[in-house]
């Protein structure tokens, strides 16, 4: 919020100079009474406050429970965006991993689906991959980090709207491999925001 109160206050001085400088503004060469009107035109621009909810981004650790047996989790943010914006996903592992090592017909690697919805003002958008096109080589179309040509694209603003998710799930475990026996699958999702351009 505290980009918007800025962008807030250079408009309004942008205002206040453009009002001032269209003005016909009367000047004297030499002493002389004739007039000379400057028109001196001023342009300005604001660019776009863009970041999550104030107390409302995604975030928070939750435990999956035996995830052989499928699994879902949503997590729940806003955006407050004075312009279209982009959301964007990393996953650190690429699918929940554990620190065991695999043995033969064992894999330490569970894949998983990754749900991006985004809400705005009037408009919403949503998209889905899997973690494993999430990492630092994946493909899907809203791996991060945003930019303002990456990422999902939200082409609305938004002011808090309720209603962006991230979900999380996986059906029961049906890989030819069995999964190793271990407590510490695990992930990071990283989600980022940017205008977009």
């Avoid at 776009?48 to 435990?63: E, K």
């Avoid at 964007?88 to 017909?105: C, D, F, M, R």
């Avoid at 809400?119 to 990492?135: E, F, H, V």
Wanted: charged letters at 5%; glycine letters at 10%.
């Amino acid at each position: 919020m505290r980009n918007s109160a800025i962008a807030i206050a250079a408009l309004a001085a942008a205002w206040a100079v453009s009002g001032t400088a269209v003005a016909a503004t009367t000047a004297y060469a030499g002493g002389s009474t004739s007039n000379v009107i400057l028109n001196i035109p001023v342009y300005a621009s604001i660019s776009g406050s863009c970041g999550f909810g104030t107390g409302l981004a995604p975030s928070g650790s939750y435990a999956l429970g035996e995830i052989s047996d499928g699994f879902s989790q949503s997590v729940s943010f806003a955006i407050a965006c004075s312009a279209p914006t982009r959301v964007a996903v990393v996953s650190s592992n690429a699918g929940l991993k554990a620190s065991a090592t695999a043995p033969t017909g064992y894999t330490n690697q569970m894949d998983y689906t990754v749900a991006l919805a985004l809400t705005g003002d009037t408009t919403t958008a949503q998209s889905t991959c899997l973690a494993s096109t999430l990492g630092s080589s994946g493909s899907c179309s809203f791996r991060g980090p945003s930019s303002g040509t990456r990422g999902l694209q939200l082409n609305d603003t938004s002011h808090d709207a309720q209603g962006s998710s991230l979900t999380i799930s996986a059906p029961a475990w049906s890989g030819s491999s069995a999964l190793v026996a271990s407590t510490t699958y695990a992930d990071t999702l990283t989600v980022t925001i940017s205008p977009s351009s």
